[in-house]
């Protein structure tokens, strides 16, 4: 049973326009999510997070929005670039013990098209 | 400068063999992981350890091993029970309710 859910597993968008990339959830304890980004052959990179606490975490042209009681978060990029052409992963996580378990979505592959 | 190393970055292992990834970082980091990724899927964790000498299964643990001996090693082992061990892995590091530092990954092909 997937706790984490990206429902698209790609979308495009055109250079300057927004992107809007989505993320499900099933478990209430979790209480951290962040977005990874990857390309083909390396490990994720972090993009950024966000706190149960919080509704939405800007960082230059990303920002998460966290709607808790429909267990969904969205990343928006702002304006897309070609550049950002990749994997884009959700992550949830909550507190258990010393170390945080992220758990992932299944991922969903982002074009920007020049 | 800190990272997290995963070596070799392409591996080929004959049926029946046991193969080991090398994950090693220097970033001081307490707890370490495993995951396997598969073409649509998301990260599944594999193995993860908060402490050395210390290690507890993920989701997918069956067909591997792994060991912590050192605070800065956490090499996995693909064992010859793993019946579809061909895929992307990923070892990540953090610190104690930090996120995540990713290696560059290994490929995996069963030849």
């Known amino acids: 049973d997937q706790q984490v859910k990206q429902n698209s597993p790609s979308l495009s968008v055109q250079e300057g326009r927004i992107s809007i990339l989505n993320c499900d959830y099933t478990?209430?304890?979790?209480?951290?999510f962040l977005w990874y980004k990857k390309y083909p052959a390396e490990g994720p990179t972090f993009l950024i997070s966000i706190s149960s606490i919080k509704d939405k975490n800007e960082d230059g042209r990303f920002t998460v929005f966290l709607n808790k009681s429909a267990k969904h978060l969205s990343l928006h990029i702002v304006p897309s670039q070609p550049g950002d052409s990749a994997v884009y992963f959700c992550a949830a996580s909550y507190s258990s013990g010393s170390a945080r378990q992220l758990t992932f979505g299944s991922g969903t592959q982002l074009t920007v098209l020049p | 400068d800190g990272g997290i190393t995963q070596s070799p970055k392409y591996l080929f292992r004959k049926e029946g063999q046991n193969v080991t990834l090398s994950c090693e970082q220097n970033l001081n980091h307490d707890a370490m992981y495993w995951y396997r990724q598969d073409p649509g899927q998301g990260l599944r964790l594999i193995y993860y350890?908060?402490?050395?000498?210390?290690?507890q299964k993920g989701d997918i643990a069956e067909g591997y091993s792994v060991s912590r001996e050192k605070k800065e090693s956490f090499p996995l082992t693909v064992t010859s029970a793993q019946k579809n061990p061909t895929a992307f892995y990923l070892c990540?590091?953090?610190?104690?309710?930090?996120?995540?530092?990713f290696g560059s990954g290994t490929r995996l092909t069963v030849v």
């Open positions: 990540a590091s953090s610190s104690l309710g930090g996120g995540y530092t």
């Open positions: 350890s908060q402490i050395v000498n210390d290690f």
């Open positions: 478990n209430s304890m979790f209480d951290y």
